[in-house]
């Protein structure tokens, strides 16, 4: 067994895939329109879906924006600097809630961007 993706639910989707593309830099894997449900399933990755886990961005069209509620953490994603990891999503014109550094009580540089929709992504940095 083994995770194939998450679905996280998003208001604009070409706002959400530039996002991901452009700014956190991964591949638009596959995008199919669902006219009959009024809804797009959009699935981007670092990696081919076969290999790697993968978002799976889901766009109900006549839905602009959702609540996020108190139940979702966030999605992780393993970087070599999260410093550096930092700047680029800012230079790309993300937002970065936290900036790079250690974990409170521990040592793991973690850094933390948010997405279009206010999903938050954290940037884990890869240990020596």
């Known amino acids: ?3 194939l993706h998450t679905m ?3 208001g604009d989707l070409q706002r959400s895939l530039d996002f991901y593309t452009q700014v956190l830099g991964m591949k638009l894997l596959r995008k199919t329109d669902y006219p009959g ?6 699935f981007v990755g670092y990696d081919e879906e076969s290999k790697s886990a993968v978002l799976e961005l889901t766009h109900n069209w ?3 924006a959702y ?3 108190t139940g979702y953490g966030h999605v992780a994603i393993e970087v070599a600097d999260a410093y550096q990891a930092c700047e680029d999503v800012k230079r790309r014109g993300g937002r970065v809630t936290r900036e790079a550094g ?3 009580h521990g040592t793991t540089v973690i850094a933390f961007v948010e997405d279009p929709d206010g999903y938050k ?3 884990i940095q890869r240990r020596a």
């Open 1 to 3: 067994m083994r995770i």
């Open 8 to 10: 996280i639910r998003v």
């Open 37 to 42: 449900g009024r809804f797009t399933n959009a």
């Open 62 to 64: 006549d839905t602009r």
């Open 67 to 69: 609540d996020l509620g």
């Open 102 to 104: 250690p974990m409170k």
């Open 121 to 123: 992504i954290e940037l």
